[in-house]
């Protein structure tokens, strides 16, 4: 049974077709939050607001767009509203990151603090471009897909995805 | 062959790593930056980047974390009633009453402009027939001739204080001698 039939389902009263959706899709969903605001709770509370909004909105989704699809751009539109709220996020130390305790080689400090610089440069990204980033390079959604769950067209996915890549090279530079 | 000039260089390399070049772009970028240092720079920076990116991606949680998330997120589910059709109702009641509402509009501005085209003529004629009969009393309808028209002109001239148009004041006086004028 394909995701269609089972929303098709529940609207007819069948609550266990739902609990099928958030099996196939709560995993996936949440992963894609995670990798966007960096926090496993705050994914986790985004994650089930969105599934939350998705069971007492389902009744009124039209079906023009596929329902993962749908139940993305709900969820995005939380990670927006969470990423506005939010205050410029200080990371964690990478250097906790690395495999080992003893002190770091050189080459490994480099490449910590060019991940560091790397994330407060994707944090300081226009909203529309940052979120075209991740989704193309986390998620490999295709223009299409990317313009389906923010909004716009494939063309300005596009643009903004070249846009935010020039802008991180500019900033990051040759440093590694 | 499609020769590549550093302006463009950038773009390429994007697209290279993105979705891939053809072949014949693949060949010209290549020969570009060959050739070129600050082309071949910004390829090898815009390679680390793109490799940091996806190479930056937070682990799996973990299996007691997933447990936590089903286990919460059915709470929270069963805390909501199974949503019904409530909206369907909704909408023919909100539909009914807008094409309500609609009607009695366009039947208040219908309504509304008759009543103006009508009354607008009636009200000014009236003006000005209180002003005649407080200058010159009565007159009735029968006795609207184009010599009283003429007295109107003049009676509101008069009144604006402006000056009187000749033919207004001519025709009172060649009014007084006819005998069936009201105002005689």
């Known amino acids: 049974m394909n995701d269609e039939d089972l929303?098709?389902?529940?609207?007819?009263?069948?609550?266990?077709?739902?609990?099928?959706?958030?099996?196939?899709?709560?995993?996936?969903?949440?992963?894609?939050?995670?990798?966007?605001?960096?926090?496993?709770?705050?994914?986790?509370?985004?994650?089930?607001?969105?599934?939350?909004?998705?069971?007492?909105?389902?009744p009124r989704f039209l079906m023009a767009s596929s329902f993962k699809t749908w139940l993305y751009r709900i969820a995005?539109?939380?990670?927006?509203?969470?990423?506005?709220?939010?205050?410029?996020?200080t990371f964690p130390d990478v250097l906790d990151d690395l495999p080992n305790r003893d002190p770091p080689a050189p080459d490994q400090l480099d490449k910590a603090r060019y991940l560091e610089r790397l994330r407060s440069a994707i944090e300081e990204l226009p909203e529309k471009q940052r979120l075209t980033l991740q989704l193309r390079i986390y998620e490999e959604m295709n223009y299409k897909a990317i313009a389906d769950v923010l909004g716009g067209t494939e063309g300005s996915a596009r643009v903004n995805f070249f846009q935010a890549t020039k802008t991180l090279r500019e900033k990051l530079g040759s440093t590694k | 062959m499609k020769t590549l000039d550093c302006q463009n260089v950038e773009k390429w390399v994007i697209e290279e790593l993105d979705q891939g070049l053809t072949t014949?772009?693949?060949?010209?970028?290549?020969?570009?930056?060959?050739?070129?240092?600050?082309?071949?720079?910004?390829?090898?920076?815009?390679?680390?980047?793109?490799?940091?990116?996806?190479?930056?991606?937070?682990?799996?949680?973990?299996?007691?974390?997933?447990?936590?998330?089903?286990?919460?997120?059915?709470?929270?589910?069963?805390?909501?009633?199974?949503?019904?059709?409530?909206?369907?109702p909704w909408r023919v009641a909100a539909a009914s009453a807008l094409l309500a509402m609609v009607l009695l509009a366009v039947t208040l501005l219908t309504f509304d402009r008759t009543q103006k085209v009508a009354a607008v003529p009636q009200d000014e004629s009236s003006v000005v027939m209180e002003e005649l009969y407080q200058?010159?009393?009565?007159?009735?309808?029968?006795?609207?001739?184009?010599?009283?028209?003429?007295?109107?002109?003049?009676?509101?001239?008069?009144?604006?204080?402006?000056?009187?148009?000749?033919?207004?004041?001519?025709?009172?006086?060649?009014?007084?001698?006819?005998?069936?004028?009201?105002?005689?």
């Open chain 1, 7 to 58: 929303v098709r389902e529940f609207r007819k009263g069948d609550t266990e077709a739902f609990s099928e959706l958030v099996r196939r899709h709560s995993k996936p969903l949440t992963m894609m939050i995670l990798k966007i605001v960096r926090d496993s709770e705050e994914a986790r509370d985004i994650s089930q607001a969105a599934l939350l909004k998705a069971y007492e909105s389902l």
């Open chain 1, 76 to 89: 995005l539109n939380a990670v927006k509203d969470y990423l506005r709220k939010r205050k410029p996020q």
């Open chain 2, 24 to 88: 014949e772009r693949m060949t010209a970028l290549d020969d570009h930056c060959s050739q070129c240092v600050s082309c071949r720079d910004i390829r090898t920076e815009m390679t680390t980047l793109f490799s940091a990116i996806a190479a930056d991606v937070p682990e799996d949680p973990g299996e007691e974390y997933w447990k936590y998330y089903h286990a919460s997120l059915k709470a929270r589910l069963q805390e909501k009633k199974a949503p019904q059709n409530w909206w369907l």
């Open chain 2, 135 to 184: 200058l010159y009393g009565p007159v009735s309808d029968e006795t609207v001739t184009p010599a009283n028209l003429q007295e109107q002109a003049l009676a509101l001239a008069l009144l604006d204080g402006r000056e009187a148009p000749d033919d207004a004041i001519i025709g009172w006086f060649e009014v007084e001698y006819e005998p069936n004028h009201a105002l005689l």
